[in-house]
């Protein structure tokens, strides 16, 4: 093997420590960046060159070596479980906040939560049946009643407030979806450039990579790599990323639910299926719970209405009054006293017969209600149906943390599991920098001896 064999084969020594040592400077730069997965180089022996004569090796050691590639350390396997199970963690910890968010707003146990306010405004009857002929008393239980048709209003405002806030969060959500796809459709795009061109977009990868796990989390996607490099995502079963193109989706008011926003695809009009993540959890607590807490208070609210109203039309007032409802409105968004009982306290009926002022027995007919079977198809209270419906909003509240909690849990174990392979490790970098500093000085050697005997061959050798 000739001298300049030698020098050419240090020079690739040379060049493959200083690839080493860049891909090592470049993990530790990045060892606290987002989704950045750690690079290593590929080597590979030059063999020996090929006689042109005699189609065999010409020497029988080789001329150095060579970084074939710089790959990125990835797992796909842990990196399509993380999407999944973060997918369902974020739509636990989205219907999870919802829930805990609507159980601070009903307030119960409290005294300003409807549970006390109809407990006063029966009570406030059951005083009245005592002394009817007294008008402060007869000012007590309309005034409780305001206090307590106030209170149906406040919760039923409160509830349709969250609902709105829950749907302009879905709306919000379908927007980042859609900007995050469009993201991945265009690193797709420079994704497959660099391949043809024979590079390798390590950190381009990185940043689809990012994407897709943010992706995942809000909607529950699924993508698959495609042999030239591009990644297929689709939703529910449908196509949102593909290549280097996007398809949209959008919101539209639905007129079956309330004009609240559903998600179609903008191009066709479809309507899309989010399995999980973040905005399926947003969509079960605006059309499931929410919802259901709003019919439930609407219909306590209409089934006291109907029964309070039936017992004070029965009865008389001081001036023979009779025939009244106590309440106006059909549900928690109407309900409200009748102006004529608040302008006329003489009117409200205590008495069930006429000419009785000393009479209270329709006063207590009222306060009977609060005991009455009038709810769930006549097998409840009002009480019991509002105990019930606290309690069921309870159980789903502590559910849905036990379930977002377990879930987190498995998420970071394989998030663990994934930085373990992918995540940058200080220490064996340093290692991998000092192993490509010895061997960068250990070819720089190479090069100076060679360097060396060929100035003793040029410049030192006698010619005869």
Do not use: C
């Not at 795009?189 to 660099?194: D, H, L, P, R, S």
């Not at 009009?269 to 959890?281: E, K, L, M, N, W």
């Not at 064996?428 to 000092?434: A, G, I, P, R, S």
């Not at 060929?454 to 410049?459: A, S």
Request: aromatic content about 4%.
């Amino acid at each position: 093997m000739s001298i300049s064999v030698s020098l050419n084969t240090g020079v690739t020594g040379l060049m493959a420590a200083q690839t080493a040592m860049d891909t090592a400077a470049h993990n530790i730069a990045n060892a606290s960046t987002d989704g950045f997965s750690r690079q290593r180089v590929d080597f590979q022996a030059i063999p020996p060159p090929i006689s042109a004569y005699s189609g065999m090796p010409g020497q029988n050691i080789g001329l150095g070596v060579d970084a074939t590639n710089i790959n990125r350390i990835r797992d796909l396997l842990l990196d399509g479980q993380y999407r999944q199970t973060n997918a369902l963690d974020q739509q636990y910890t989205a219907q999870s906040s919802a829930l805990q968010q609507l159980q601070a707003l009903l307030n119960e146990p409290g005294d300003t939560g409807l549970q006390a306010q109809l407990a006063n405004f029966f009570n406030a009857f059951r005083d009245l049946s005592g002394q009817p002929e007294s008008l402060a008393a007869r000012s007590a239980a309309i005034q409780q009643g305001q206090t307590l048709a106030t209170a149906f209003n406040r919760v039923h405002n409160l509830l349709v407030q969250q609902q709105q806030d829950l749907d302009t969060g879905v709306v919000s959500l379908v927007a980042q979806v859609n900007s995050d796809a469009q993201q991945i459709a265009a690193l797709n795009a420079q994704i497959k450039i660099a391949m043809v061109s024979g590079a390798q977009p390590n950190d381009l990868m990185d940043q689809r990579d990012l994407l897709l796990d943010k992706l995942a989390g809000l909607a529950g996607t699924v993508s698959t790599i495609q042999p030239d490099g591009s990644v297929t995502v689709t939703l529910g079963g449908q196509t949102l990323v593909a290549g280097n193109t996007a398809n949209a989706l959008t919101t539209v008011p639905d007129p079956s639910n309330n004009n609240l926003s559903k998600i179609i695809w903008q191009a066709t009009s479809a309507p899309a299926t989010v399995p999980s993540g973040q905005i399926a959890g947003t969509l079960a607590a605006r059309d499931g719970n929410v919802a259901q807490m709003i019919g439930n208070i609407d219909a306590l609210a209409s089934n006291l209405i109907s029964a309070v109203n039936a017992a004070h039309a029965a009865g008389y007032g001081l001036d023979n009054s009779t025939g009244l409802p106590f309440f106006t409105g059909t549900d928690a968004a109407t309900i409200a006293v009748n102006p004529t009982l608040v302008g006329s306290p003489q009117s409200l009926a205590t008495s069930d017969q006429p000419n009785q002022p000393g009479n209270g027995n329709a006063a207590t007919n009222i306060a009977n209600v609060q005991s009455a079977l009038i709810m769930s198809g006549g097998t409840a209270t009002l009480d019991d149906f509002y105990r019930t419906t606290i309690a069921t909003l309870g159980v789903a509240t502590q559910q849905a943390q036990t379930l977002q909690k377990n879930q987190d849990a498995l998420v970071k174990q394989i998030d663990n599991q994934r930085q373990s392979v992918a995540g940058v490790s200080i220490d064996e970098e340093m290692t991998n920098l000092q192993k490509a500093q010895h061997a960068y000085e250990a070819a720089a050697r190479v090069v100076e001896i060679s360097d060396s005997m060929l100035d003793t061959l040029i410049n030192h050798m006698l010619i005869p």
